[in-house]
T-cell receptor
């Protein structure tokens, strides 16, 4: 089983739609989780951290389900500018900052 | 506030050659991590440097080595290049200790091995 698994997509959704991505992780001791966004041929950029209590930032909501070992990202009212690859990132347990990336889920918002 | 910078932006090498990539961390950051991102894949962790020491290493052969300097900048060296080393090499900086664990990425170096 991969450490971090994501559906690579692509997810093609119309403008204004709501779309959700899930990501599963294998190490139950993992403590920190993030969603990064990567535009084509650019570097990943932090979208949001994922906390146990959930996290909302405008149209974006991230949730953590420790029992089932998955995190989710919900995007409401999709915009054309949301088209990108969304990378699930899990920090290894322990004192160091090694993180493991998923393969990324590609989102294409269609006019 | 300068972000993470990397050089060069693009590089073309032939099999068997050696390459050195450079990274300057975001101002105030002391930890540098290197990642390899092949086409269609997520970034794969190569190693991390903190206080001029390699702190952690991913599943990469010894052909991949690095260094961190007293000013926290870092180099990634790859020897005996293979075609499969063609990828985007990303550097990320962060604070080695503290509450904020966020890694900030540079624009990457695109390496093509022919």
């Amino acid at each position: 089983r991969k450490e971090v698994e994501q559906d690579p997509g692509p997810f093609n959704v119309p403008e204004g739609a709501t779309v959700a991505f899930n990501c599963t992780y294998s190490n139950s001791a993992s403590q920190s989780f993030f969603w990064y966004r990567q535009d084509c041929r650019k570097e990943p950029k932090l979208l949001m951290s994922v906390y146990s209590s959930g996290n909302e930032d405008g149209r974006f909501t991230a949730q953590l389900n420790r029992a089932s070992q998955y995190i989710s990202l919900l995007i409401r009212d999709s915009k054309l500018s949301d088209s990108a690859t969304y990378l699930c990132v899990v920090k290894d347990p322990g004192g160091y900052q090694k993180v493991t990336f998923g393969i990324g889920t590609k989102l294409q918002v269609i006019p | 506030d300068a972000g993470v910078t990397q050089s060069p932006t693009h590089l073309i090498k032939t099999r068997g050659q050696q390459v050195t990539l450079r990274c300057s961390p975001k101002s105030g950051h002391d930890t540098v991590s290197w990642y390899q991102q092949a086409l269609g894949q997520g970034p794969q962790f190569i190693f991390q440097y903190y206080e001029e020491e390699e702190r952690q290493r991913g599943n990469f052969p010894d052909r991949f080595s690095g260094h961190q300097f007293p000013n926290y900048s870092s180099e990634l060296n790859v020897n005996a290049l293979l075609l499969g080393d063609s990828a985007l090499y990303l550097c990320a900086s962060s604070l080695g200790q503290g509450v904020d664990e966020t890694q900030y990425f540079g624009p990457g170096t695109r390496l093509l091995v022919l």
